[in-house]
């Protein structure tokens, strides 16, 4: 239920271009879920002005406008956080950048497959970082790389192929046929539309997967003894 009304809530959003309070008098949401839901969708600036020029009388348009304020101030700091941290990482060590490697296996990598590893994320990013730390760190070429896909009927499939293709730089041969999954609406949410699916990449070898899975333990055994 609660799923069902959060999608009607982003289409009055996104479709039909409507502030908090419109939204909260149609469906009776309070505002302060609205603003959890809603807070990466923002009113254009033109519907802003057009709610500044129907409500002269009401706060409705200065909320509105109070609100996108504080979501650029929010994303100004996240950016000046970001530069912070970007400038700090630029010299990142071979040894961070191993480490960092085995932290992100731990946490989305496949641990019962035996003779392979498997990470399976929706972002791309997170699998251009897989592949380029095993590549670095262990020795397999990127030909030996393989993605599988699980997509959604409404994509456009071969689209979305040819998006994580170019964005892992990976051959067609490299891809393996998608799963392609149903739509329900216990499975599929509004803004999930606009993203590529989730991939796994999958490199073969039983000793790397050994030296991966070992690697990790001893990793995690020397920080919880404090050594």
């Not at 997509?151 to 998006?163: P, R």
Request: aromatic share 12%; proline share 2%.
């Amino acid at each position: 239920m609660r799923h069902e009304l959060k999608q009607k809530v982003l289409e009055l959003r996104l479709k039909k271009q409507m502030s908090y309070k419109a939204i909260s008098d149609q469906l009776s949401v309070p505002k302060s879920t609205l603003s959890e839901w809603l807070r990466n969708y923002p009113l254009s600036r033109e519907r802003m002005l057009e709610l500044k020029r129907i409500n002269l009388k009401n706060n409705e348009a200065k909320i509105e406008i109070f609100r996108e304020s504080m979501r650029k101030k929010k994303e100004k700091r996240e950016q000046e956080l970001y530069n912070k941290y970007f400038e700090n990482f630029r010299n990142l060590s071979s040894e961070s950048f191993f480490m960092a490697g085995l932290m992100l296996y731990q946490a989305e990598g496949t641990k019962k497959a035996p003779a392979k590893l498997v990470l399976a994320n929706t972002d791309s990013r997170m699998h251009k970082f897989f592949i380029k730390w095993i590549t670095n760190f262990f020795n397999v070429s990127k030909e030996k790389f393989k993605i599988h896909l699980q997509l959604y009927e409404n994509m456009d499939i071969e689209k979305e192929i040819k998006f994580w293709q170019n964005e892992l730089g990976l051959k067609r041969n490299q891809v393996y046929k998608p799963f392609v999954r149903k739509l329900t609406k216990a499975s599929f949410s509004y803004q999930e539309s606009f993203r590529h699916g989730t991939c796994q990449t999958i490199v073969s070898g039983s000793e790397t997967r050994q030296e991966v899975m070992a690697a990790i333990k001893a990793y995690l055994d020397v920080c919880i003894e404090g050594v």
